[in-house]
């Protein structure tokens, strides 16, 4: 195990047995349940990042946190989010263009078609906003970053690229969904009642990919629960969310560690070919 993998399990063993301590989760015989509400574990625990999809909370709990010394991160989808964030508090906000996998963190606005990609609404957010702008979606090798930062971010939030390391916890159908060239993503509300990016599988061809009769947020997600549960017992991916953005074929088979060290080196050179250029 590297050696920063040895730091992570003495800190998470630090952090259950202090948690069990205060009172905020307790031992069940397989593992740590939380007891207490996130406020309390962000209060007791003081991250110094704490990020919200969908807006903000309200405003008593936004000041907890703020009050944690917590630098607040919100995500916005179009520029009106993203000057609502500032006014309302954020330190810092995520441009997540149409391109990202998962959940869409759309709040001011339900109309998935005026979704904007990552590389036009980073430099609107950028000129909108005072306050540090993360890129997120499409963003999965060294070029996208270098040119994430040309255009006004101070930063890029990276998902689909983790997915193929072997940290990840997702499925073996997911995975390889992963890696077909073919696979194409799409922007869903079946799995979940919101719209969320996913490989385009069986259950999104015939019942979605968006479908007005799709339990609203998150009931649809036990909805399909009994079909997803019974076609991962046969080891298939086409009844359960298999979320990607749509540059995840970028992705490369190398450890976390490993990547993360590779796309700074790779981002940072590129970055000074263009200072040089």
Same mark, same amino acid.
């Given at each position: ?192 009642? @919101? ?65 993360? @060290? ?16």
């Amino acid at each position: 195990m590297p050696a920063c993998g040895r730091r992570g399990v003495r800190l998470l063993r630090h952090q259950h047995a202090a948690l069990v301590r205060r009172g905020l989760a307790a031992e069940d015989g397989q593992g740590l349940v939380a007891v207490a509400g996130e406020d309390e574990l962000v209060e007791a625990f003081r991250p110094e990042i704490v990020s919200f999809h969908f807006g903000l909370p309200d405003k008593s709990l936004l000041k907890r946190v703020k009050d944690a010394g917590c630098v607040v991160v919100g995500c916005a989808t179009v520029v009106k989010e993203a000057v609502w964030l500032e006014q309302n508090g954020a330190d810092a906000i995520i441009a997540q263009g149409a391109e990202a996998g998962g959940h869409r963190g759309m709040f001011l606005t339900d109309d998935i078609a005026t979704q904007v990609g990552t590389f036009a609404l980073v430099p609107q957010i950028a000129d909108a906003v005072s306050v540090p702008v993360i890129a997120a979606g499409g963003v999965t090798d060294a070029r996208g970053i270098a040119a994430a930062f040309a255009l006004g971010a101070a930063g890029v939030q990276i998902g689909s690229a983790y997915l193929h390391t072997p940290e990840s916890k997702i499925s073996k159908a997911h995975r390889a969904a992963l890696t077909q060239a073919e696979a194409a993503t799409v922007l869903t509300n079946v799995f979940t009642g @919101r719209p969320a990016r996913s490989v385009v599988n069986r259950f999104v061809r015939e019942v979605g990919p968006v479908a007005a009769e799709a339990p609203e947020f998150p009931l649809a997600a036990g909805a399909v629960a009994p079909l997803r549960a019974a076609a991962e017992k046969q080891g298939s991916g086409d009844f359960g969310p298999l979320w990607a953005g749509q540059a995840a074929a970028l992705g490369r088979p190398l450890g976390a560690t490993e990547l993360t @060290r590779a796309l700074a080196k790779e981002a940072l050179a590129r970055l000074r070919r263009l200072a040089s250029a």
